[in-house]
């Protein structure tokens, strides 16, 4: 995922909020004989070659779709599908739909990357693997609001002086999406993706589908059982967002999933303080850490750890703490070696500002979708006060030091048109099987067993030890974790219980 979003497509827990969240529940009602979203369902879609970047045996077609599901006779969305066949179609179950997260990464490829990663042939052969662009991005009706690279980067550390500078960019960024495209924000939604997955369904002849989804994609998932409960087949959640918190949660949740992490990391260095001499007690680690996150703050460093991203550039302590935020979890050690590095780093005068000019229109496209959904899925979970930010940021950064300030920090979501809809309140007893890590760093493990509660009828397969975003077919992953979904896939039966695996 881009740079520019901070790692920050997924997670989620329970946000507190002033004012109560209205949600929707309810399944989507079966078509009628004479359904105005038949000439949706009926099309025919033509099959062709995908391009040069994608093997020869993956096949695309466009199909249409309403922009608003309560007006079908409006306007139409293009909506670009692909579709792998199974080469054994004797042993044929049906199909397998992909989401690979965001929102706003394509789907195209996945189900050619599906062929090439963990997913065995005994599984690929009972399946056409099916991927999309979901509205509003790729291939699909692209949303375009003309963004300028200074408007790319959220979310941002909370800083007294720049905070004025934010909240204008944050409003520039809303208005260029409204002035573009108003009349496509409130629909570019979580619910009316996975009413587009339904119709892909009928597209293509199936009674049910099954699912894979990974990270944001858990998310559509979900919703997609809570509207078509019926239509749902073998669901497969990995690495999830909390269903309970998505829209503000999302980010704030991903602050506090840091916490645990940290406080794990500065017991396994405390216990080689002779390899890293940060301190022989977990606090006396944490002591470290902050005295240079305070020293950096005060005169920026001359990078000299391992994140590319920081690579020639002096940095403050907030820049620290973003780049470490996913190390704590995934590399450990790694970390450790960094804050050693940095605590000899020599002293730097403060980058310049960057030139603020058109943004690469790949990051642009993906940055305004991501925000388009995160604002419109749950618009009541975004306050409109810029104030209420600066307060929520402070507040946050003291609770969650290590990200708090970030993912409370102001938004282009405090600026945008309300969605459709309210958000969707996932709640149901479809059959799903649930995959986490317990130190995934975008969807902390917290989030995954909220979604384990919210799909009823779902078994839970948590990797303990695990650090990747991201279980099934991950180089690392325990076979114990990978079978179960093999399983799955293949004979429709989950879990007896609930799975603990070891890294």
Known sequence: ????????????????????????????PDRSPASALDRYYDQRPAWHGCGAEYPAALRCATIKVPLDYKRPAGPTLRLEISRLRTSVPG??????LSNPGGPGAGGLGISATDKESGMPKSVRDRYDLVGFDPRGTGASSPLNCGLSSNELTWPRVYRPA?????????????AKCVARDRARLPHLTT???????????????????????????????AVYTQLFPARSDRIVIDSSVDPNRFGRGTYQAMAEGVEPAFRDWTRLVARRDRTYHLGGTPAKVRAAFFRLIARADRTPLKYNGSDPDYADRSVTGADIRDSLRSMFFYDPYQAARDVVSLRKARTARPDPQPSDGP??????????????????DNSASWPHDPARYRRDALRDGARNPLYG?????????????????????????VGALVLQNQWDSQTPAASGRSMHRALRGSRLVMVQGGRDHGVYGIPGTPACANNAVNTYLITGRLPSADITCRA
């Open 1 to 28: 995922m881009p740079t520019a979003l901070k790692a920050a497509l997924a997670a989620g827990l329970v946000v507190s909020l002033c004012i109560p969240t209205a949600r929707a529940t309810t399944a989507e």
């Open 91 to 96: 042993k044929r179950h049906g199909v397998l």
């Open 162 to 174: 720049s905070f004025r500078k934010d909240t204008a960019l944050a409003r520039s960024f809303a």
């Open 191 to 221: 619910r009316n993706t996975a009413r587009d997955m339904d119709v892909i369904r009928g597209v293509l002849g199936e009674k049910r589908i099954s699912y894979y989804g990974l990270s944001y994609g858990t998310y559509l998932g």
């Open 359 to 376: 943004a690469d229109p790949f990051d642009a496209g993906v940055n305004a979708l991501h925000w388009a959904v995160m604002c419109a």
């Open 405 to 429: 300030d970030f993912t409370s920090n102001i938004t282009p979501c405090a600026f945008w048109p309300r969605g459709a809809e309210p958000a969707t309140r996932v709640n149901n007893t």
